[in-house]
């Protein structure tokens, strides 16, 4: 009979843990469905590397750009390049140089992606001997890791690092893991919407948003685990 209890206590004390944690997990989806919990996560990663003008920071060793983003075709409305372009990774590198913040521009990325950013590069009159390609790398790691020798060998010590605002926090740590004196240099932010019928009701595109800030404090947490940050 004791025996039976203990066991009878031990399985009921199982499934409510489970329910709880079932519980749990579906709370948290639902709240990170809701614009305002994504906006929450979203800030969290951002609001440490807010975006500024390219001609106002000071002049650093070389220019890098990290792939991953989207890339504007230089063959599109002008106007519309004009606009968009400060808002890309390539295109705010781009501005960087012409801004003369740094004479070179290194592009880091591997399955041709720093290939095709140098093509890019070359239509929007960025002279080719002024480009370096890193195009080894495969993540954040790699980016940094295989980008060292390259900097090494041009003498360069401060660097003007483009990638994402929510995305910089990893990317600047895996540089400066390499010895690096990073500056932040996010891509201008595009415009935002005014969010219709309120900040908690539930919308795909917020658990979009919600899963890719997620995954990046998970990427943060498995590089510092790993001793690359």
């Given at each position: 009979?004791?025996?039976f209890?203990?066991?009878?206590?031990?399985?009921?004390?199982?499934?409510?843990?489970?329910?709880?944690?079932?519980?749990?997990?579906?709370?948290?989806?639902?709240?990170?469905?809701?614009?305002?919990?994504?906006?929450?996560?979203?800030?969290?990663?951002?609001?440490?590397?807010?975006?500024?003008?390219?001609?106002?920071?000071?002049a650093?060793?070389?220019?890098?750009?990290?792939?991953?983003?989207?890339?504007?075709?230089?063959e599109?409305?002008?106007?519309?390049?004009?606009a968009?372009?400060?808002?890309?990774?390539?295109?705010?590198?781009?501005l960087?140089?012409?801004?003369?913040?740094?004479p070179?521009?290194?592009?880091?990325?591997?399955?041709?992606e720093?290939?095709?950013?140098?093509?890019?590069?070359?239509?929007?009159?960025?002279?080719?001997?002024?480009?370096?390609?890193?195009?080894?790398?495969?993540?954040?790691h790699?980016?940094?890791?295989?980008?060292?020798p390259?900097?090494?060998?041009?003498?360069?010590?401060?660097?003007?690092?483009?990638?994402?605002?929510?995305?910089?926090?990893?990317?600047?740590?895996?540089?400066r893991?390499?010895?690096?004196?990073?500056?932040?240099?996010?891509?201008?932010?595009?415009?935002?919407?005014?969010?219709?019928?309120?900040?908690?009701?539930?919308?795909?595109?917020?658990?979009?948003?919600?899963?890719?800030?997620?995954?990046?404090?998970?990427?943060?947490?498995?590089?510092?685990?790993?001793?690359w940050?």
């Amino acid at each position: 009979m004791v025996q039976f209890y203990v066991k009878y206590s031990i399985t009921t004390h199982l499934y409510r843990s489970v329910w709880i944690l079932l519980a749990v997990m579906a709370v948290f989806l639902v709240a990170c469905s809701t614009p305002a919990f994504s906006m929450f996560l979203r800030r969290s990663l951002t609001n440490p590397y807010p975006p500024r003008a390219a001609a106002s920071y000071a002049a650093a060793d070389a220019i890098v750009v990290l792939g991953g983003g989207w890339v504007v075709d230089p063959e599109d409305d002008p106007e519309y390049v004009s606009a968009v372009a400060p808002m890309t990774r390539l295109g705010f590198g781009r501005l960087l140089y012409q801004a003369g913040c740094a004479p070179i521009i290194l592009l880091t990325g591997g399955d041709g992606e720093a290939t095709r950013m140098a093509a890019n590069l070359a239509l929007n009159g960025v002279p080719r001997a002024h480009v370096l390609i890193e195009d080894k790398s495969r993540n954040t790691h790699e980016n940094a890791l295989y980008s060292a020798p390259i900097l090494h060998r041009l003498g360069a010590r401060r660097i003007l690092l483009v990638t994402s605002s929510r995305h910089m926090g990893r990317a600047a740590a895996s540089f400066r893991k390499q010895g690096f004196d990073v500056v932040p240099a996010p891509p201008l932010a595009p415009p935002s919407h005014p969010v219709a019928n309120g900040f908690w009701h539930s919308r795909k595109w917020s658990l979009i948003r919600s899963a890719d800030c997620l995954h990046e404090y998970l990427g943060r947490w498995i590089y510092a685990l790993r001793g690359w940050t």
